[in-house]
């Protein structure tokens, strides 16, 4: 039987809940939420699993901050001997408008440290990402600011259905594969 897993970046403490920068773990919890799967705590973060369309989806919330992310994926990887070509981790992007999502089954980190974290402990960029756009509504020298801030009222109305919709994104690649989903979705 096939696995992945699926991560999503966030930072662990309770004061990031809600901010642009978390939505990978507001992507995973609707992602279990919907398949009725309990998250427990585990080493290196909070992990879950369930059966979808014959495959073995394992899940991954690190209590690691963002920027520390490649340890406990390198864990996990080697933990559940799952190849990195069906690693999907789901991030925040500033690059991209607010609600976009794109998907891309490799490539560089893009300026995010998580990204850069995990490709410097896996020793590899072949591993899939669905990146959520936030947008880069702020002024100079605010980047960190935005980034940790929670998301604005115009925002939080749309994000429900934005959050469903990479959900569905996941079990598409699961499902369908990489290519066919990035022809759906991008």
């Known amino acids: 039987m096939s696995k992945f897993l699926v991560v999503g970046l966030g930072n662990p403490e309770s004061s990031y809940s809600g901010t642009r920068h978390n939505v990978g773990f507001d992507i995973v919890n609707q992602l279990c939420k919907s398949k009725n799967v309990a998250l427990s705590e585990d080493r290196y973060g909070f992990t879950g699993k369930f059966k979808y369309a014959g495959k073995s989806i394992h899940i991954l919330k690190p209590n690691a901050y963002m920027n520390l992310s490649g340890n406990p994926i ?34 560089k980190d893009g300026g995010h440290n998580g990204l850069k974290s995990i490709i410097e402990k896996i020793n590899t960029d072949k591993f899939i990402r669905l990146r959520f756009g936030i947008g880069n509504d702020f002024k100079a020298g605010e980047q960190s600011d935005y980034v940790l801030g929670k998301w604005s009222t115009v925002e939080q109305n749309q994000l429900d259905n934005l959050v469903t919709r990479n959900t569905e994104m996941v079990l598409n690649i699961v499902k369908h594969g990489i290519e066919n989903t990035m022809n759906k979705y991008n």
């Open 74 to 107: 390198k864990y996990w990887l080697n933990k559940l001997k799952i190849e990195s070509s069906n690693l999907i981790v789901i991030v925040d992007d500033l690059n991209l408008d607010f609600g976009i999502s794109r998907i891309r089954p490799s490539g």
